[in-house]
């Protein structure tokens, strides 16, 4: 069902921006829903944006206006641009594809949903 790798995590401090990077391969990517997760030490899994085929988006209401997704469809990558980071919002990363749908839904911001999911990238934010 694919590979999912993610890249870009990094040390930073508090207020500061980070764009992470998802690249796929061998699944169709440009005709199902991804997402970002993070996950915090001792915290379950939580979404933080999705995407839809053909470039819809959903942010969690927590980071709204704070962060936007994106996909390049024709580079099998998907986006995460952080901005104006918070310590609490220190995490490992993850980049995760839903092979069901097309169009994410209000079911995709389980982590369950997902079928595919990458390794992660550790985010420190530092106040």
């Known amino acids: 069902q694919g590979q999912l790798v993610e890249s870009g995590g990094a040390s930073v401090e508090a207020g500061q921006s980070l764009k992470l990077t998802c690249t796929a391969s061998?699944?169709?990517?440009?005709?199902?829903?991804m997402a970002w997760f993070r996950q915090a030490p001792g915290k379950e899994r939580e979404g933080v944006a999705l995407?839809?085929?053909?470039?819809?988006?959903t942010y969690a209401e927590s980071m709204k206006f704070r962060v936007i997704i994106s996909r390049e469809d024709a580079k099998n990558t998907l986006y995460l641009q952080m901005n104006n980071l918070r310590p609490e919002e220190a995490a490992t990363y993850y980049c995760a594809a839903d092979f069901h749908r097309r169009y994410c839904n209000r079911n995709s911001w389980r982590a369950s949903e997902y079928d595919t999911w990458g390794q992660g990238t550790q985010v420190t934010v530092s106040s």
């Open positions: 061998g699944l169709h990517f440009s005709e199902v829903c």
């Open positions: 995407s839809s085929k053909a470039g819809g988006t």
